[in-house]
């Protein structure tokens, strides 16, 4: 049973440019959250989705930044004309969203954003 | 804001020692924590929860401790491991878990020592 996946794993954008960070949950989980992480620091809850639906995105810039988890497909995570702020380590996780373990986060290796 | 915060960023110990890491948290209307376990390069790895109803749980060589009259959530860890090398986090939620927004502490990294 493969865990959560994100790609890229690595990601190098020049000021101005998108990026597009994808993510795929564990098979059988619904319920995808995205976070931000800077160097020695906590990560920052961003947004949570469900298939088509966006739950909550109290976390996320209100510009610029967008998410969707499509019926089919991996979640994606969008950033637009990125600035050097943007880069750090961004990671997704998927939770089963029902039975006993529903709120479980399972996190997936993240995609490091560098902003040139 | 309130926010997780956690007593120590760096913690050293002997192999086979006892290891505790302590998080301190503000947020009386959490009632769900966690606490992950970073290795370099890689994602948070859940390592065991508790609920508010609670005050102590046991995993495989992992208690957590939580205290709400003083807001404090600690893990043990039994006979440290060099592969216990990493960065903890302790994570809060209001909603039992129900929704995402995990609040994250500021980590501790743990160094074994051979």
């Known amino acids: 049973n493969a865990g959560v996946m994100q790609n890229p794993r690595h990601l190098v954008r020049r000021r101005g440019q998108e990026a597009r960070l994808r993510c795929s949950p564990m098979k059988g989980h619904s319920h995808v959250y995205w976070y931000r992480q800077l160097p020695e620091e906590g990560l920052k809850f961003m947004v949570y989705l469900q298939k088509e639906n966006i739950i909550d995105e109290s976390g996320m810039p209100k510009e610029r930044f967008s998410a969707e988890f499509p019926k089919e497909g991996p979640s994606i995570l969008r950033i637009q004309q990125v600035v050097r702020g943007d880069s750090a380590a961004y990671f997704c996780?998927?939770?089963?969203?029902?039975?006993?373990?529903?709120?479980?986060?399972?996190f997936g290796p993240g995609t490091r954003l560098t902003v040139l | 804001g309130e926010s997780v915060g956690l007593h120590l960023p760096t913690l050293s110990v002997q192999e086979g020692d006892n290891s505790i890491i302590n998080c301190a948290y503000s947020n009386s209307a959490s009632d769900y924590f966690i606490w992950y376990k970073q290795e370099s390069g890689k994602g948070p790895q859940f390592i065991i929860d508790i609920r508010s109803n609670m005050d102590k749980r046991q995993g495989q060589r992992v208690t957590v401790l939580l205290n709400k009259t003083v807001k404090h959530l600690s893990l043990q860890i039994a006979a440290t491991q060099p592969g216990d090398s990493a960065v903890y986090f302790c994570a809060e939620n209001a909603y039992g878990g129900s929704q995402g927004n995990l609040i994250f502490g500021k980590g501790t990294k743990l160094s074994v020592k051979p």
């Open positions: 996780a998927s939770s089963p969203g029902s039975g006993r373990t529903y709120n479980e986060q399972f």
